[in-house]
Structure formats: structure tokens, C-alpha cells
């Protein structure tokens, strides 16, 4: 049941986010981290508040016209690297955080996407935190 509540959730973000229209204003990317077991810790009714929150927060930014993509991320993955010329994969471990989510937006500046981060409604509880990155524009490659 909160699968099928996280994916309509997502779906809400996406839908409302092909809302928002694009500016010449700056993005920013505010990667949520959270403590490793949070979300699985939660009993069933405090993840389904939690959820709902969330999801307020996300249609809020998406009708502001700041919201450009949100999603959750998987648990699992896998570390890609290399050393001394050789390319090496293995499994994600994850430590006392991980990543969640992430957030991209469009705002006018560093303060209003801080802001923005400041508002979130996990920060209601411990436990969560929101990295504020300006996405850097190259000319040639976005």
C-alpha cells in the first residue's frame, strides 16, 4: 500500500511539475539525506503522514512554478570507480546516511533555494537533511 502511495505521489510530482514552465532563472539541486532506516522505521501511519507532507510540500513548489523534478531513490545501487586504470563495481553500503531524494528547482537565487529547503516538512522530525547544490551551467554540454 505505501509502494502504490509513493508511486502516485511521484506521479503527482511529475504531472505537476510538466506544469511548471521553464525560466532563465537559476537550478539548484537539493539532494535529501536521510538516517538509513528512517523511512522503514516508520510505522505504517506515521510513514502515511509523512507521505502526505511531503507530497503538499512537492504540489506546493510544482504550482509555484519551481518545482522541475522530484523522486525518491532506491536503497540499493551500486558504486562504480576506478583506481590504477581498472574500472571496478560493487554494492552500495549504505552508512549512517543515505541519499533519498532529491529536488531540482528554479529559483532566483541561493537564498530563495535555501529557503525552499528550510521548508520542508521532514525537518518537523530528526533525522533528515537537505544539501543545497547551485547546478553549474557549461556551455556546450546543457
Avoid at 532563472?25 to 522503514?40: C, G
Avoid at 532529491?102 to 541561493?110: H, N, P, Q
Wanted: hydrophobic share 40%; net charge positive.
Amino acid at each position: 500500500m505505501m509502494k502504490k502511495t509513493v508511486v502516485l505521489l511521484c506521479m503527482l510530482a511529475g504531472t505537476l511539475t510538466s506544469m511548471a514552465q521553464k525560466t532563465n532563472k537559476a537550478e539548484f539541486i537539493l539532494i535529501v539525506h536521510s538516517d538509513k532506516n528512517l523511512m522503514t522505521a516508520m510505522s505504517s501511519e506515521h510513514k502515511k503522514m509523512h507521505i502526505q507532507k511531503v507530497g503538499e510540500y512537492i504540489e506546493g513548489l510544482a504550482k509555484s512554478g519551481k518545482l522541475l523534478d522530484a523522486q525518491p531513490l532506491d536503497m540499493k545501487g551500486i558504486i562504480v570507480s576506478s583506481s590504477d586504470g581498472k574500472v571496478r563495481q560493487e554494492n552500495l553500503v549504505l552508512s549512517h546516511k543515505a541519499i533519498a531524494g532529491y529536488y531540482k528547482i528554479s529559483v532566483k537565487d541561493f537564498e530563495e533555494a535555501v529557503s525552499i529547503a528550510k521548508a520542508d516538512p521532514r525537518f518537523e522530525e530528526n533525522g533528515w537533511e537537505l544539501e543545497v547544490r547551485p547546478i553549474k551551467r557549461v556551455k556546450g554540454v546543457n
